[in-house]
């Protein structure tokens, strides 16, 4: 199957503590994502990344990383959490052009 | 940078009504334009992307409008029913290269039987 693969489905975790969330991709896309949807379901770009460049968000406090072993994965990395950082983040991936970009099933934060 | 403006935020119909959804955008360069439908819990489903060449392109219940002088697109769904009931999200590829894409805000609709 090919799609876009997000780990885990749901994570809660304390105030402080550091989270990593895993995404894959098996469509052969070169460029992936990382979306945050808040709680009032606003959906905003944080990264977009390919072999060549990485592009942030420019609003995306600097706890928040992601991290690239090859043009399959990208996985974001959260230091040390805050309650505003609550969310379900989502993973896409594109083939360089906005037409083929595919989601991934989400991963929903909750920071108590 | 672009900004998309999505009007209503919540919108009620009844079963076999129409519903309109409308988003404005603000760069005259754009020229992806994306549908979503969002259930509770679940990631974003696509409906249906529409290339600035084509301005009227028609789904299974529902048909999608662009108006490229107003900079304004429209998902009518014809005759909705409560399967219907989700969030739906339009959304701009951004026109700098980074093929982000500048989501509304949102619409929560709600089908009533």
């Known amino acids: 199957e090919t799609a876009v693969f997000q780990t885990p489905n749901y994570h809660v975790t304390q105030v402080g503590n550091e989270v990593s969330f895993n995404c894959k991709q098996t469509?052969?896309?070169?460029?992936m994502y990382w979306y945050k949807q808040d709680s009032k379901k606003l959906l905003k770009i944080m990264f977009s990344y390919n072999n060549k460049q990485l592009i942030v968000n420019e609003t995306v406090p600097r706890r928040f990383s992601p991290q690239s072993s090859d043009k399959a994965h990208l996985n974001l990395r959260i230091k040390s959490v805050e309650p505003e950082d609550s969310a379900v983040y989502l993973c896409?991936?594109?083939?360089?052009?906005?037409?083929?970009?595919?989601f991934g099933s989400g991963t929903r934060l909750l920071v108590i | 940078g672009e900004q998309v403006e999505q009007r209503p935020p919540h919108l009620s119909v009844r079963e076999g009504d129409s519903a309109v959804i409308t988003c404005t955008y603000t760069?005259?360069?754009?020229?992806?334009f994306f549908w979503y439908k969002q259930e509770p819990g679940a990631s974003l489903q696509l409906l249906m992307k529409?290339?600035?060449?084509?301005e009227i392109n028609e789904g299974q219940g529902f048909t999608v409008l662009l108006n490229k002088k107003d900079k304004r697109l429209s998902l009518n769904l014809t005759a909705a029913h409560p399967g219907d009931s989700a969030a739906y999200f339009c959304?701009?590829?951004?026109?700098?290269?980074?093929?982000?894409?500048?989501f509304g805000s949102g619409t929560q609709l709600t089908v009533m039987p």
């Open positions: 469509l052969g896309h070169d460029t």
């Open positions: 529409v290339f600035s060449s084509t």
């Open positions: 760069d005259p360069n754009s020229y992806y």
């Open positions: 959304a701009v590829s951004a026109s700098s290269g980074s093929w982000q894409l500048i």
């Open positions: 896409a991936s594109s083939a360089g052009t906005v037409s083929d970009y595919t």
